[in-house]
């Protein structure tokens, strides 16, 4: 998978592929990572990308001009990128685009600084538009890395054992079970006993007991889906 990330500040998102995980599937070629920086576009005199917005308005807008010529040179040399815009003001990324967008081939991630991107940029080159969630960042670029990181791990051999991605939370509407490691005892505390006696099919439906538990008190709205997609199959 090739990666570009359309932004002024490649430092911030450089900085996680060195100590991630996802270090060693860019060391085997699994990952390609690119930057885009649309200032070295700019036509302005100062490179300027930015400007007060029309109509008034809080804050600074991303010029369309840049984002324009930086994102037609993107196309230029690869016309199957797909380019994916993200903004508070989006659909919200889920489990299942992190599924689907694994199988492209490039994806362009276009972060917005200051109060957001010219809505004309977007809707000339946007493929798809991500929220990560109900909060507003100072940047896309933290937006972009957590979507990169979501589709990453869904890449065949960038994660060591593809056991972790079938039982995890969101594979299914209930939320994971909870996990322990050694020692057994801790500070008084210990493992569930079932969890230690060996029979797996006790310990699997009481890791499904303990699952309904958790979704009922997090995410009662799962729990719901959970329970209709069991009456659906029966
Ligand atoms: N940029 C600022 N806030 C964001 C959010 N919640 N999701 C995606 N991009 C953003």
Do not use: W
Not at 42 to 56: L, R
Not at 67 to 77: C, N, P, Q, T
Not at 172 to 180: D, Q, R, Y
């Amino acid at each position: 998978m090739k990666y570009t990330f359309v932004t002024l500040f490649s430092n911030l998102i450089d900085g996680y592929f060195k100590d991630s995980i996802l270090k060693r599937a860019i060391d085997k070629d699994l990952l390609d990572i690119n930057y885009l920086d649309p200032r070295e576009y700019s036509k302005n005199k100062h490179s300027k990308v930015d400007d007060t917005a029309v109509g008034g308005g809080a804050g600074m807008v991303m010029n369309p001009q840049p984002l324009y010529d930086a994102l037609e040179s993107l196309k230029k040399k690869d016309e199957n990128v797909h380019i994916i815009f993200v903004t508070p003001v989006a659909k919200p990324f889920v489990q299942n685009d992190a599924k689907r967008l694994a199988t492209k081939s490039h994806i362009a991630f276009v972060s917005g600084r200051y109060e957001g991107i010219d809505e004309r940029v977007i809707e000339k080159y946007a493929d798809e538009v991500f929220s990560i969630g109900d909060y507003i960042l100072t940047g896309g670029e933290l937006a972009s890395l957590v979507i990169c990181d979501a589709v990453s791990r869904n890449i065949d051999g960038v994660l060591g054992n593809s056991d972790s991605l079938t039982v995890e939370s969101f594979e299914t509407p209930l939320l994971e079970a909870p996990s322990f490691s050694k020692p057994k005892d801790y500070e008084g505390l210990s493992v569930p006993s079932e969890y230690l006696k060996g029979n797996h099919s006790k310990i699997r439906s009481l890791k499904l007991a303990l699952s309904e538990c958790k979704t009922r008190f997090f995410r009662p709205e799962q729990l719901l889906k959970h329970r209709t997609r069991k009456s659906y199959e029966k």
